[in-house]
């Protein structure tokens, strides 16, 4: 092993004691912590990436998902060319994204919807949820709402554990926020997949495969970072029984309902899209303008960064701010200003504007170690921003009502749980990825 292969160890094994440190560090109760939660936790996040990246057949068999991940994407844009025809050809960014990106989301909520009223989403779960269960030895509820998070969203996976919300524990319902921030639903994962992979389907596939393996191995993150922040005292229920509430009365029904949800979706990420490129937009023109040009901080930026950023802006602060928790997972020392500003990006605003930059700078060529496009992946595959405290506070408030004032407590913390997770995983990739 090279000393360059060491030293990239070395580094990704600090970035996991400095995350793991803050968990720690920020506990409500340290005496509490169960370590052996936390080293099987941690465990399983290496077995799993560690299947996927080294033994063949695992990696085999997720290629083979992420193909079908990149099929369900030319399925769905064979019916946006049907109503949209010619404008489909078109490479310019925004039809691309509006024709390209969006309707897949329609499309995989609405397949997501057959699945689980068909019952086989609910036996990938089941299946998930027993694996981490029994090692991990959390409660059944959960972990099946944390398992769910592998496809679902962040308010629609607590569904599947409804009758058990307005009992659980402080440190349960904690759990839940947590996995549901540390993960992206599965139709905001194919509209990613088509951001980052273009219409190349091996890119595709590929990302896909970094996605799909993101989302199972932050399963046990997720766990593992939320007990330490909250731990669990007293006993728990390890059995594992999925909600029967299916909301569609038929397949039909099913896949209308999954459309009109996938709409609603599309069209709110369409929506926040708009309005946060502006607002950045605005700050940036303030920034770079009012603030940066009269006292020479533009020239000053662009020196520093070493042309990285030409202007004084919200992108130069975020990196400045995230330069440290990009080195610590690993990135390589020439794009660790860039994906700083990327990971600021994802937590105080959006992920999809953090994709959508990434995508930009890997489709400019200023991103061009596929290692540190992995990591950064990684990274900012989950809803762990400021708008998902709200959103959550919402979503799982309405239907378990007395837990929205722990709901609205626990939304800082959750976010900062939600990012360390993605932190993790992130670094633990890097690590099994040789330099």
């Known amino acids: 092993m090279s000393q360059e292969a060491i030293l990239h160890i070395l580094r990704g094994l600090l970035g996991i004691a400095v995350f793991t440190g803050i968990a720690v560090l920020l506990s409500e109760n340290r005496r509490a912590i169960n370590w052996r939660v ?41 019916g946006t060319r049907f109503l949209f025809g010619s404008l489909m050809d078109e490479q310019k960014h925004g039809v691309v994204f509006a024709l390209g990106v969006l309707p897949s989301i329609i499309f995989f909520s609405a397949f997501t919807s057959a699945l689980y009223h068909l ?31 592998v496809f679902l969203g962040q308010t629609e996976a607590p569904l599947l554990v409804k009758p058990y919300l307005a009992a659980m524990s402080r440190s349960e319902i904690f759990c839940i ?9 599965g139709g905001v994962m194919v509209a990613y997949i088509a951001l980052l992979g273009g219409t190349d389907p091996a890119q595709q596939v590929a990302f896909a495969t970094h996605l799909i393996t993101k989302s199972v191995i932050t399963v046990p993150a997720a766990l593992m970072v939320a007990k330490i922040l909250i731990p669990q005292s007293g006993e728990i229920d390890t ?13 039909l029904d099913a896949v ?14 369409g929506a926040m899209l708009i309005v946060f490129t502006a607002l950045v937009a605005l700050a940036n023109h303030i920034l770079s303008q009012w603030i940066g040009a009269p ?16 202007n004084f802006s919200l992108e130069f602060l975020f990196g400045i701010l995230f330069a440290p928790v990009a080195w610590l997972m690993g990135v390589g020392e020439a794009s660790v200003l860039q994906s700083g500003a990327l990971l600021g990006t994802r ?58 004032q722990n709901l609205a407590r ?26």
């Open 256 to 269: 209308c309902g999954g459309t009109t949800d996938g709409l609603k979706l599309a069209a709110n990420i």
């Open 38 to 78: 936390a080293a099987i936790g941690l465990a399983l996040q290496f077995a799993f990436a560690a299947l996927v990246i080294h033994a063949p057949p695992v990696r085999w068999a997720i290629d083979g998902v992420g193909a079908f991940f990149a099929m369900l994407l030319s399925f769905s844009q064979e």
């Open 295 to 310: 006292l020479g901080l533009n020239a000053a930026v662009s020196s520093l960064s070493g042309g990285v950023f030409e």
């Open 410 to 435: 626990l939304g800082w913390k959750a976010l900062l749980a939600s990012s360390i997770a993605c932190f993790l995983t992130a670094t633990i990739s890097g690590i099994l990825v040789p330099v």
């Open 347 to 404: 937590t105080a605003l959006n992920e999809f504007v953090a994709f959508l930059d990434l995508a930009a700078l890997k489709e400019a060529g200023k991103f061009t170690n596929p290692r540190d496009l992995m990591i950064l992946t990684y990274a900012l595959c989950g809803f762990a921003n400021i708008v998902s405290i709200g959103i959550q506070i919402g979503g799982i408030g309405s239907i378990a009502p007395s837990q929205r």
């Open 119 to 149: 019952g086989i989403l609910q036996k990938i779960v089941f299946g998930i949820a027993w694996l981490v269960t029994k090692t991990m030895r959390l409660s059944g509820p959960e972990t099946l709402s944390a398992s769910a998070n």
């Open 177 to 185: 926020m947590v996995g549901g921030m540390a993960t992206v639903a």
């Open 239 to 251: 059995s594992l029984r999925l909600g029967n509430e299916r909301p569609h009365c038929n397949l």
